[in-house]
């Protein structure tokens, strides 16, 4: 999910690119599946037919990154969290677990926006 307005591009083809800092929600494997951590990166998403992915540097890694929350709506599951992440409020993960949300952010994406733009001072 975009916190600020992307920078947004167009090539001739008609194919788009967006920049901007993205928050990502991460879940370590094996650990309580409310341990949800917020990350973020600057991420250029590129139109791949129906699809906007991108590439996100953690942890002198790349994660493909798709969709809201870099895993097309849904928590991405890794086997750690980088130094700068940030336990999502239980609140929020109720809120995500309870959203709606298919491909994309739910009813929770307003306040999550809003946590991430205030913890992540974006």
């Not at 953690?58 to 969290?81: F, H, Q």
Request: glycine share 12%; aromatic share 10%.
């Amino acid at each position: 999910m975009y916190l600020k307005p992307p920078r947004r591009d167009c090539t001739s083809a008609g194919h788009i690119h967006r920049a901007a800092p993205f928050l990502m929600l991460q879940h370590v494997k094996n650990t309580p599946s409310n341990e949800v951590y917020g990350v973020v990166r600057k991420v250029a998403l590129k139109q791949y037919g129906h699809f906007m992915m991108g590439i996100a540097r953690i942890m002198n890694k790349s994660i493909t990154v798709s969709g809201c929350y870099g895993n097309d709506g849904l928590i991405m599951d890794v086997d750690s969290v980088p130094p700068d992440a940030v336990r999502l409020p239980d609140h929020l993960y109720a809120m995500w677990a309870k959203g709606g949300g298919w491909n994309g952010a739910g009813d929770e994406g307003a306040a999550m926006k809003k946590w991430g733009r205030e913890t992540f001072k974006c």
